[in-house]
């Protein structure tokens, strides 16, 4: 069974720093390409980050330079390091498992809640 | 602001048949598979319908997606008050908007 467990969040003030866990147990994290998808309180999901199979990486904007994804494959573990934070960057994280090229995902964590506030 | 444009709300009555729309663009739904997924209040998002039409096991078939050009349309038939959740329609997208681009999210109501 696949599963995904989300650890790390909290409260962490304007400009801290924070990695957030992800992990996987039922497949390979580096047998799918893996992102983190994130909810701001009451809005929508907005996806954030990549990690294919092969180890490249690509961000939103929004997080471009801020946030680093990385994978550990001994571990079976995605991670992400968030850095900069700001307030704008409250929002549920949720670590998901991409279908197969180019398809969305199919299997999400429960999310961890990251806030950002002083 | 989504790429993807989805209602705010619908509603219906229990035993009717409810329709969400999610439009899009060439960039995404027009040339790439459309998902949706379910998520009840306070939980994480769950698929309910890939590659377009098609259900995962375990979910009931008065779930049902379409698509057309660059709109898909997720149906549900029989409504129960269980059905009662925010749905959202996703899709790979091949410009610079984003990897994955979603729909705004639609909240259903069942009276």
């Known amino acids: 069974e696949v599963q995904l467990v989300e650890s790390g969040g909290g409260l962490i003030q304007p400009g801290g720093s924070l990695r957030l866990s992800c992990a996987a147990s039922?497949?390979?994290?580096?047998?799918?390409?893996m992102s983190w998808v994130r909810q701001a309180p009451g809005k929508g999901l907005e996806w954030i980050s990549v990690?294919?199979?092969?180890?490249?990486?690509y961000y939103a904007d929004s997080v471009k330079g801020r946030f680093t994804i990385s994978r550990d494959n001994s571990k079976n573990t995605l991670y992400l390091q968030m850095n900069s934070l700001r307030a704008e960057d409250t929002a549920v994280y949720y670590c998901?498992?991409?279908?197969?090229?180019?398809?969305?995902?199919?299997?999400w964590g429960q999310g961890t809640l990251v806030t950002v506030s002083s | 602001q989504s790429v993807l444009t989805q209602p705010p709300s619908a509603s219906g009555t229990p035993g009717q048949r409810v329709t969400i729309s999610c439009a899009g663009s060439?960039?995404?739904?027009?040339?790439?598979?459309v998902y949706w997924y379910r998520q009840l209040p306070g939980t994480a998002p769950k698929l309910l319908i890939y590659?377009?039409?098609q259900r995962p096991s375990g979910v009931p078939d008065r779930f049902s997606g379409s698509k057309s050009g660059t709109s898909a349309s997720l149906a549900i038939s029989g409504l129960r008050s269980e059905d009662e959740a925010d749905y959202y329609c996703?899709?790979?997208?091949?410009?610079?908007?984003?990897?994955?681009?979603f729909g705004g999210g639609t909240e259903l109501t069942v009276l």
């Open positions: 590659r377009n039409n």
């Open positions: 998901a498992r991409g279908r197969g090229y180019r398809e969305p995902f199919d299997y």
């Open positions: 996703a899709a790979w997208d091949d410009s610079l908007s984003g990897l994955v681009v």
């Open positions: 990690i294919y199979s092969g180890g490249s990486t």
């Open positions: 060439s960039s995404n739904i027009g040339n790439n598979y």
């Open positions: 039922g497949f390979t994290v580096s047998s799918n390409y």
